[in-house]
């Protein structure tokens, strides 16, 4: 079996390494003025969000690839990219609902984004849950890759839904529009804090899904190792 | 009318069928013969276009599978051991419906024939849910034959079936066959095959280990060739 | 033997022959619909407790409290009606047929959309009976059709896709719902504005979210289901 190769060891450490200096930086930017420090949430909160929705739109475009080439590999991938994105999908929604509390007393608030976060994360939930009752890895390919389609096709058209109709919850969290409340604008120092972070969330992205993809390729292993000890 | 070459067919990491070859000339009934879990429902499904090959040729009235498998379809029936008829329609609308859905022409005809072959002319309107499993049988078959197949695949069809209504089951079969197609059969049971059959293939681990035609096996018995085709 | 495969006329001839065999089947044994309409009922009379009304705050929920029933009853139906072709193995009586598959998607779809208009029609009275309130306008029949269209249309695939899993029943529901968030939320904010007389322009822009969502996922059905039925 395949030791980690170089490229992946050093990808770790530099994620590592990325992180901690994305903290470093956010926890030394300047104080916001009308929220203090936990506005700075706010670096990491769109950093992982960031993350998530890459990993969102990998999983639908992985979908389609594996429908026209049927060729397992990409069943791999899609796992990997849905797995990513479901666990930075709920750190987003954690530290959405901790920038919440101190700014507006509130655990959560049905902005469009939380919610379709929210939705997204139960789509995911779904999509595990229709794998694990096939057997088949060719059926659980091709079901997988129908449903995260028809997820990844919904889940933007809900946002806009929401965003559209729901006047009672005008679009809150963040953005760096003033006017809205809870948004704020950013100076060179916090944007360049801001824009680390998302450097950072995606390198930790790539080493992740690498991760996964690997282990993935071993998990398959097994499986064949299995086969050939119980015949 | 049927040709296969080196049929693969893997579920995932399982190898089901290792490079079979299979040939059928028009008019044939083949036996096809083997233990549980050998791959012969497999390899019927795969011949009925309801699954695909993972690697291999399968060539069906002149027509490839997969990619022409629409065509193969117009000329192909199957009777598996699961009926495929709706249990709150009447014999005669499942008749309908299939006649329906292979877009054959004038069919009130034609079904009434059926009907005939099958035996079912006077429960025509009674509901299938009410049939014994028997009667669903005779009418699968009736099914089967509705838009007048060149071949036809059956798949364990004695399954759950008493001596009566194996008995009409053999008698329909012989009709069936006499009409000159081409005809596929799987079974478990020697007994049954032995008397309808022109040549018996033994599927063993995948492959078809034997083959023989019913001339060949007036010499030896087919119970001794079975065995010796599951060692070899 | 002519060729009679794969030619447009068969293959609306297949459509209206898998619809005329289910309504009549469904006919006959009336399982699909007395089940979807007494469970709308009841919705119904748990809303009533559950929500302990005055007569101004129900008005601002009727088209909430309609959609939800019209969701939940809706699972029913679909679930059934696939359950039907696949205990009997009448799943692959439909597919030897010589015929595109999509013929059989769209056929499941118009019936399943029958039970569910003939369902939602026949509530339609008895909810403005029992809470003196008149349901019988254009705008909300075209809601109600609009918005049960995409949930049929979304439904039939999933349905498709769960009953052959090991979870069958209770998968339906889980796959469903989270993709069919948009449709509750344009069809109750056009049904609300039809009932409360709000501008045609309001209704307007949901409608059209309800039509462009039937389209899209409409069409990614129609090119995907052969892979939800083949093996």
Request: aromatic residues 10%; contains cysteine; hydrophobic residues 55%.
């Amino acid at each position: 079996m395949q030791p980690k190769p170089l490229a992946l060891k050093i990808l770790d450490i530099a994620a590592i390494i990325v992180l901690g200096i994305a903290t470093y930086m956010a926890l030394n930017a300047p104080l916001e003025r009308v929220m203090g420090e936990v506005q700075k949430v706010f670096y990491f909160h769109v950093g992982t969000a960031w993350t998530a929705l890459l990993g969102f739109i990998l999983g639908g475009v992985f979908s389609v690839i594996y429908l026209i080439t049927k060729n397992l590999k990409w069943d791999k991938f899609q796992v990997a990219a849905i797995e990513v994105s479901l666990v930075f999908f709920l750190i987003t929604i954690m530290l959405g609902s901790i920038w919440a509390r101190p700014a507006w007393n509130t655990w959560w608030t049905w902005d469009p984004r939380l919610t379709t976060a929210a939705i997204t994360e139960l789509i995911y939930a779904a999509y595990f849950m229709l794998r694990q009752g096939i057997d088949d890895p060719d059926r659980r390919a091709r079901f997988g890759a129908v449903y995260a389609l028809v997820g990844a096709l919904s889940a933007p058209i809900t946002f806009f839904a929401i965003r559209l109709f729901r006047t009672i919850h005008p679009v809150v969290i963040g953005g760096t529009n003033p006017e809205a409340d809870g948004g704020f604008s950013m100076t060179p120092d916090m944007l360049s804090a801001f824009f680390f972070a998302l450097f950072a969330f995606s390198v930790i992205f790539i080493d992740l899904f690498w991760n996964r993809i690997r282990l993935g390729d071993l998990q398959e292993k097994v499986e064949q190792l299995k086969l050939k000890v119980s015949m | 009318m049927i040709a296969v070459k080196k049929l693969v067919k893997r579920f995932g990491l399982k190898t089901v069928l290792r490079g079979v070859d299979f040939d059928v000339q028009p008019g044939e009934f083949v036996a096809l013969l083997g233990p549980n879990g050998a791959g012969k429902t497999t390899f019927l499904r795969i011949l009925a276009s309801l699954s695909r090959p993972s690697l291999g040729e399968v060539n069906i009235a002149g027509y490839k599978l997969p990619h022409e498998a629409a065509q193969v379809r117009a000329h192909l029936g199957v009777v598996s051991h699961l009926p495929l008829l709706y249990g709150d329609l009447t014999a005669e609308e499942n008749l309908q419906f299939y006649a329906r859905m292979y877009n054959l022409p004038n069919y009130e005809l034609r079904i009434n024939e059926v009907l005939e072959m099958i035996g079912l002319v006077a429960r025509r309107r009674d509901l299938v849910r009410t049939f014994s499993r028997g009667m669903q049988q005779r009418l699968a078959i009736g099914r089967a034959v509705l838009h007048d197949p060149d071949v036809i695949l059956f798949d364990e069809p004695y399954t759950g079936l008493d001596q009566d209504a194996s008995a009409m089951l053999d008698d329909v079969l012989k009709a069936v066959a006499a009409e000159g197609r081409t005809v596929v059969m799987t079974s478990h049971d020697l007994g049954r095959a032995e008397d309808l059959a022109t040549r018996f293939d033994v599927l063993s681990r995948g492959v078809i280990s034997a083959s023989a035609s019913r001339k060949e096996l007036m010499r030896t018995n087919l119970l001794a060739f079975y065995k010796q085709a599951l060692a070899g | 033997m002519a060729d009679r495969t794969t030619s447009r006329g068969s293959f609306l001839k297949a459509v209206a022959a898998v619809v005329w065999k289910d309504v009549r089947a469904e006919f006959r044994s009336r399982e699909l619909f007395s089940a979807m309409l007494v469970f709308s009922l009841l919705i119904i009379l748990i809303f009533n407790f559950a929500l302990e009304l005055d007569l101004k705050t129900r008005q601002s929920v009727t088209a909430g409290v309609l959609w939800s029933t019209f969701a939940f009853a809706g699972t029913l139906g679909l679930n059934r009606s696939m359950a039907i072709e696949k205990d009997r193995g009448c799943l692959d009586g439909l597919l030897l047929a010589p015929v595109d598959r999509s013929a059989i998607y769209f056929g499941k779809v118009i019936s399943n959309l029958m039970f569910m208009l003939i369902v939602e029609l026949i509530v339609l009275p008895i909810y403005s009976l029992l809470y003196s309130v008149n349901l019988f306008q254009p705008g909300l029949l075209l809601v109600i059709l609009l918005g049960s269209i995409g949930y049929a249309g979304v439904g039939t695939l999933l349905a498709a896709m769960s009953v052959q899993t090991r979870t069958r029943d209770i998968l339906l529901p889980i796959l469903l719902f989270p993709v069919v968030i948009p449709v509750l939320l344009a069809a109750v904010k056009a049904s609300s504005g039809v009932l409360g007389g709000a501008d045609w322009d309001e209704i307007l822009l949901p409608l059209n979210l309800l039509i462009a969502y039937d389209v899209i996922f409409i069409a990614v059905a129609f090119m995907v289901f052969d892979n939800v039925v083949e093996e």
